[in-house]
C-alpha cells in the first residue's frame, strides 16, 4: 500500500479519535445535568441524541473516506479538460473540448483532476477549515459535473455552511441535493439536517415538517431517532 495513503488514512483515524473524545464530553456533561435535574430529562435527551447524530456523521465521513480512497487513487490520472478563456475566467465550459481539439482562439487549456479537488475540499472540512472547504467543494461542482461524487460534495458543502452557521445557505444546498439527487443514501441526514437549520433559524415549523417527513419515509435510517426526539421536544416546546 502506498505510504501517502496510509498516512492518509492515519489522519482519518486521528480525526476519528477527537471527534469521538469531544462528543462524548458533550454526552457526559449532558448525562450529569440529566440526574441533576430530572425535569429537563425529555429536552436534553434529544439534545444527546443530537450529539450522537452529529459523531454518527462524522464517523460516516471517515467511513467513507476510507472506503473510498483506493478508487480515488485509481483516479488520481484522470483529468477533465476545461476550457477557460480570458475574458470570462470561472466559466464552466467541462467538456468543451478534448485533448487533442481544436481549440477557440486565445483560449487557454486546463487540466482539473476531479479526484485530487474532491479530496484536498474534504480534508479541508475535516481539519475544520470550512471557508476552504467550502471553496473546494464549489470549485469542484462547477468544473467537475459529471463526476460521480457530485451529491456527495453537494452534502459535504451543506454541513460545511451548517458548521459556519449559515443556515440560510445550507438550507439552499441540502434541498438542492435532495431534489437533485432524492435517491442517494444522503437523503435522511439532509433531511435530519434541514430539521437542525430551521431549528437553529427560529423556525420550529419549518424543522417539524423536515422531521415529520424523515420519520415517515425513512423510518429505519440511524437518523429517525434523533428526529423522533427533537420533534417531541419542539411540540412540548410549542404545547403540542
Same mark, same amino acid.
Given at each position: 500500500m502506498p505510504r501517502?495513503? +496510509?498516512e492518509k488514512m492515519q489522519d482519518? +483515524?486521528?480525526?476519528l479519535e477527537s471527534a469521538s473524545r469531544r462528543d462524548l464530553r458533550k454526552t457526559d456533561r449532558m448525562d450529569s445535568v440529566l440526574t441533576e435535574n430530572t425535569?429537563?430529562?425529555r429536552e436534553l435527551r434529544a439534545d444527546v441524541y443530537v450529539?450522537?447524530?452529529e459523531l454518527r456523521q462524522e464517523l460516516t465521513a471517515i467511513k467513507e473516506n476510507i472506503a473510498d480512497l483506493g478508487?480515488?487513487?485509481d483516479r488520481r490520472g484522470t483529468e477533465h479538460a476545461v476550457l477557460i478563456y480570458p475574458d470570462q475566467t470561472g466559466t464552466d465550459t467541462t467538456g468543451a473540448a478534448a485533448p487533442g481539439s481544436t481549440s477557440t482562439p486565445g483560449a487557454e487549456m486546463l487540466a482539473v483532476n476531479c479526484g485530487e479537488l474532491y479530496e484536498q475540499a474534504f480534508k479541508d472540512l475535516r481539519y475544520g477549515n470550512y471557508e476552504l472547504a467550502i471553496e473546494g467543494f464549489e470549485e469542484f461542482l462547477r468544473t467537475c459535473a459529471s463526476s460521480p461524487d457530485v451529491p456527495r460534495a453537494l452534502y459535504w458543502l451543506g454541513e460545511c455552511h451548517y458548521s459556519n452557521e449559515d443556515y440560510a445557505v445550507a438550507i439552499d444546498v441540502f434541498k438542492? +441535493?435532495?431534489d437533485d439527487f432524492p435517491s442517494i443514501d444522503r437523503v435522511p441526514s439532509a433531511l435530519f439536517k434541514l430539521g437542525r437549520c430551521h431549528e437553529q433559524s427560529d423556525q420550529p415549523r419549518h424543522a417539524k415538517t423536515y422531521y415529520e417527513r424523515l420519520i415517515k419515509e425513512y423510518p429505519r435510517a440511524i437518523e429517525s431517532r434523533p428526529a423522533e426526539s427533537r420533534l417531541n421536544a419542539l411540540k412540548l416546546e410549542g404545547g403540542g
Amino acid at each position: 500500500m502506498p505510504r501517502d495513503t +496510509l498516512e492518509k488514512m492515519q489522519d482519518q +483515524l486521528n480525526y476519528l479519535e477527537s471527534a469521538s473524545r469531544r462528543d462524548l464530553r458533550k454526552t457526559d456533561r449532558m448525562d450529569s445535568v440529566l440526574t441533576e435535574n430530572t425535569n429537563a430529562n425529555r429536552e436534553l435527551r434529544a439534545d444527546v441524541y443530537v450529539a450522537l447524530d452529529e459523531l454518527r456523521q462524522e464517523l460516516t465521513a471517515i467511513k467513507e473516506n476510507i472506503a473510498d480512497l483506493g478508487a480515488k487513487i485509481d483516479r488520481r490520472g484522470t483529468e477533465h479538460a476545461v476550457l477557460i478563456y480570458p475574458d470570462q475566467t470561472g466559466t464552466d465550459t467541462t467538456g468543451a473540448a478534448a485533448p487533442g481539439s481544436t481549440s477557440t482562439p486565445g483560449a487557454e487549456m486546463l487540466a482539473v483532476n476531479c479526484g485530487e479537488l474532491y479530496e484536498q475540499a474534504f480534508k479541508d472540512l475535516r481539519y475544520g477549515n470550512y471557508e476552504l472547504a467550502i471553496e473546494g467543494f464549489e470549485e469542484f461542482l462547477r468544473t467537475c459535473a459529471s463526476s460521480p461524487d457530485v451529491p456527495r460534495a453537494l452534502y459535504w458543502l451543506g454541513e460545511c455552511h451548517y458548521s459556519n452557521e449559515d443556515y440560510a445557505v445550507a438550507i439552499d444546498v441540502f434541498k438542492r +441535493l435532495i431534489d437533485d439527487f432524492p435517491s442517494i443514501d444522503r437523503v435522511p441526514s439532509a433531511l435530519f439536517k434541514l430539521g437542525r437549520c430551521h431549528e437553529q433559524s427560529d423556525q420550529p415549523r419549518h424543522a417539524k415538517t423536515y422531521y415529520e417527513r424523515l420519520i415517515k419515509e425513512y423510518p429505519r435510517a440511524i437518523e429517525s431517532r434523533p428526529a423522533e426526539s427533537r420533534l417531541n421536544a419542539l411540540k412540548l416546546e410549542g404545547g403540542g
